[in-house]
């Protein structure tokens, strides 16, 4: 086990290395700063100074270097537009989008879960196939349009939840549900596919033939064996919702990660982008990991194997 | 003690279980002898109600020391089996949950029909591990199935089946999916735990060697129909119905058999029956089949406890 978390941990190294070059490649190609931050009413000199004041007139390689040392002794540079450390500007908005993930990968698991165990159990039966049809619409809806809908009804004709911004819990709940909705069909058609395999083998045979009750078969015997492939898609798609929240942060005001990615990236904002994108990655592995440790849990096969 | 009278059992169009009748006494080994496809093990699923979804299952009388098991309620049934109905399958490999300890496995099934704390349970599944001859139960009971044997698992699987003192044990294939010597420790264990509890064991088997040294009673199964029932004696002895002689001429026996010569096997293969049909199933194969064979077959007894079904009189 222990060599197994090593053997990640030097992976996870490598695409992040990976992500800084191809990170630092993209942002170079999309445009040029200076003129950004110029305006447009700057001068030819004005841009020349503000790229040598950023060492933007330095050569690639060497801005590259520069930057990832500056990375690797914890500083992710300044930003060319807010003119403020990207560490605060990340400190500021990581737990928004860290909440509205967790809030997200919440709903999901809560309608996935139990919808993908009840086809499952009605195999083949219209109610498996009414299921499946849920699951096949909320897979072809754009969430930008679920998130309309939902404001339209909950928010401004039930007026039961905020549509925008976040002054208290109940700000998550809406664009929460949203982001719930991209991963609630993969989720839910796992849990009914590892579902089906496991009340059909032979321990859950077993199971009744030992009298245990529907309740045990299922949720003890099934569900602990159908749950791996489970988890493992659960955090690949909590990994979607942190970095694809731009849409639902822009659609309901959140200033989270995504708005911020979305702003400093339409304003060739370097530094944040950059930070953004590695953060984004590093989460990314942790989560892939975290799912594999949490699968050693649930199978003994893992662990001693 | 179980007595089950013209069980069928249908998955759609296919009829694998047409008529079978069984009675199994108290403290008797019985052996449900046939090919493979006969419908043993779907006669066994069917009385423990645990056929899958969209077979159909009928029967005159399924009883069990006086419960009608056909009037009873899934759940009424799931207080029966596992407390008073013990099973084992053929697959020991796949039979036990990979994800729980052999522990949480044999105390959830006391639990469950005796009730008692967790310790009284342990120390019960403790000692039916050390009764189906496993070293160390303390070490066993906290591995996962995956790190024991076939063997091993296979006794774990007995040892759970016990573990509730059932009067009546189902056996379908035990020794099957093992390798040859352990078959027979896990044979002899069979035999030696049925003479010890006083289990009705109801042993499934395509094996007659194996039928020969454990079995009281043998029901010979061909092509979803009991066609003969005898004591092991009477059976051996005098084996009457046609398929009967055949299953047993088709066994090589050392000594009697001289080098080079050809076993006496039965010609053709099982067929399918549709569930229509009516008649003997083996008359295609029979080597003494006649017109009277295309129509309902008698159940004859030729002497107590020794009844098969043929038209032919002995």
């Known amino acids: 086990m222990r060599r197994f978390i090593l053997r990640r941990a030097i992976l996870g190294v490598l695409v992040c290395m990976t992500v800084l070059v191809i990170s630092f490649g993209l942002t170079r190609v999309a445009g040029d700063p200076a003129l950004a931050v110029a305006g447009p009413q700057a001068t030819a000199a004005d841009v020349a100074a503000i790229r040598r004041a950023y060492g933007l007139d330095r050569p690639l390689p060497e801005q590259f270097f520069t930057w990832v040392g500056a990375v690797a002794r914890g500083d992710l540079g300044r930003s060319y537009l807010f003119r403020e450390p990207v560490a605060n500007l990340i400190r500021a908005r990581l737990p928004i989008t860290l909440t509205l993930g967790l809030v997200g990968l919440g709903f999901a698991l809560l309608i996935a879960l139990p919808l993908g165990i009840v086809a499952a159990l009605h195999e083949g039966t219209p109610t498996d196939r009414l299921v499946m049809l849920v699951a096949l619409l909320g897979q072809a809806m754009p969430s930008f349009w679920l998130a309309l809908l939902l404001i339209i009804g909950l928010g401004l004709r039930l007026q039961w ?13 809406l664009p929460g549900l949203v982001l719930a909705f991209s991963a609630i069909p993969a989720l839910m058609r796992l849990t009914r596919s590892g579902m089906i395999d496991a009340l059909g083998s032979d321990y859950i045979r077993t199971a009744r033939a030992k009298g245990l009750s529907r309740a045990s078969i299922v949720l003890k015997h099934a569900a602990r064996n159908a749950a791996m492939p489970v988890v493992a898609i659960a955090a690949v798609q909590l990994g979607f919702m942190l ?4 849409v639902i942060e822009s659609v309901f005001s959140l200033p989270g990660l995504g708005f911020l990615a979305w702003e400093s990236i339409s304003k060739n904002d370097f530094p944040v982008v950059q930070a953004v994108v590695l953060l984004l990655a590093v989460i990314y592995i942790a989560l892939t990991l975290f799912a594999d440790l949490l699968n050693a849990a649930l199978d003994p096969r893992l662990r001693t194997g | 003690m179980l007595d089950v009278a013209g069980l069928r059992v249908s998955f759609g169009a296919i009829e694998a279980v047409h008529g079978v009748s069984l009675r199994v006494r108290h403290g008797e080994t019985h052996c449900l002898v046939g ?12 009385i423990m109600g645990l056929l899958a979804r969209g077979a159909r299952r009928r029967a005159e009388r399924i009883g069990f020391d006086g419960t009608d098991l056909l009037a009873l309620s899934d759940r009424g049934m799931g207080r029966l089996r596992g407390s008073r109905i013990g099973m084992i399958f ?7 949950n990979p994800a729980y300890t052999v522990s949480s496995q044999l105390t959830e099934v006391y639990r469950r029909h005796r009730g008692g704390t967790r310790a009284a349970a342990t120390e019960r599944a403790a000692a039916l591990l050390g009764r189906v001859g496993i070293s160390a139960p303390g070490l066993r009971l906290g591995q996962f199935p995956h790190q024991l044997s076939g063997g091993l698992r296979q006794r774990v699987m007995i040892a759970m089946a016990l573990m509730c003192d059932p009067d009546l044990l189902i056996a379908d294939e035990p020794t099957t999916a093992l390798d040859v010597t352990v078959q027979a420790g896990i044979l002899r264990l069979l035999a030696a735990l049925q003479a010890e509890m006083g289990l009705a064991l109801l042993l499934i088997t395509h094996d007659l060697g194996v039928v020969a040294r454990v079995a009281h009673q043998v029901s010979v199964m061909y092509a979803g129909e009991v ?10 002895a005098r084996p009457t119905h046609p398929y009967t002689q055949g299953l047993l001429a088709s066994v090589p026996v050392p000594g009697k058999l001289r080098r080079g010569q050809p076993l006496d096997p039965i010609p053709g293969s099982v067929p399918r029956i549709p569930p229509d049909f009516v008649g003997c199933g083996f008359r295609e194969r029979c080597r003494f089949a006649m017109p009277a064979c295309a129509v309902a077959v008698p159940l004859r007894e030729r002497a107590p406890g020794h009844s098969y079904l043929c038209q032919l009189t002995p």
Request: charged share 15%.
């Open chain 2, 227 to 236: 066609v003969e029932s005898a004591p092991v004696a009477a059976l051996f």
């Open chain 1, 243 to 246: 970095g694809g929240s731009i």
């Open chain 2, 35 to 46: 090919e493979s496809g006969c419908g043993k093990s779907v006669t066994a699923l069917a």
């Open chain 1, 161 to 173: 939840l905020p549509i925008s911004g976040i002054d208290d819990w109940t700000g998550y709940l």
């Open chain 2, 90 to 96: 053929q697959e020991p490999m796949t039979s036990l």
